[in-house]
C-alpha cells in the first residue's frame, strides 16, 4: 500500500515536498516511483527511487529531488522551482523489478495529491 500526501497550491517559482508512506510488499519493493496526470493526459513519469540509484524525467531534472527514508518507510519527492506546467495530481507506485518509465511496470498506485501551481 502507498499513500501520499504534502500536494497543495502554490505560486509559481514555489516548493512543495510530497510524501509517500509505503506499506506490506511495497516497503520492499525494487523501486518506488512518482508520476503525475494532467486532466486530459496520461501518466508522466517523474522520478523513480531504488536501494541504489535515483531516475529523472528531463523535465524535472535539477528541479526535483527523490529520497528516502527507510527507517520511515517513506519516499519523498522535494520539488522546487514549480512552473505552471507541473500543475497536476501526483502518484507514487511501486515496481517488483526492473521498469521502464511507463505506468504499467508499476504494480501498486497511491490514491495521489493535488498539486496545483498558478502563474
Known amino acids: 500500500q502507498l499513500v501520499e500526501s504534502g500536494g497543495g497550491m502554490v505560486q509559481a517559482g514555489g516548493s512543495l515536498r510530497l510524501s509517500c508512506v509505503t506499506s506490506?510488499?511495497?516497503?520492499?519493493?525494487?523501486?518506488v516511483g512518482w508520476f503525475r496526470q494532467a486532466p486530459g493526459k496520461e501518466h508522466e513519469f517523474v522520478a523513480a527511487?531504488?536501494?541504489?540509484?535515483?531516475d529523472y524525467a528531463d523535465s524535472v531534472k535539477a528541479r526535483f529531488t527523490i529520497s528516502r527514508d527507510n527507517a520511515k518507510n517513506t519516499v519523498y519527492l522535494q520539488m522546487n522551482s514549480l512552473k505552471p506546467e507541473d500543475t497536476a495530481i501526483y502518484y507514487c507506485?511501486?515496481?517488483?523489478?526492473?521498469?521502464?518509465?511507463?505506468?504499467?511496470?508499476?504494480?501498486?498506485w497511491g490514491q495521489g495529491t493535488q498539486v496545483t501551481v498558478s502563474s
Open positions: 506490506g510488499r511495497a516497503s520492499s519493493s525494487y523501486a
Open positions: 527511487i531504488t536501494w541504489s540509484n535515483t
Open positions: 507506485a511501486a515496481a517488483s523489478g526492473y521498469y521502464a518509465h511507463v505506468a504499467a511496470d508499476f504494480y501498486s
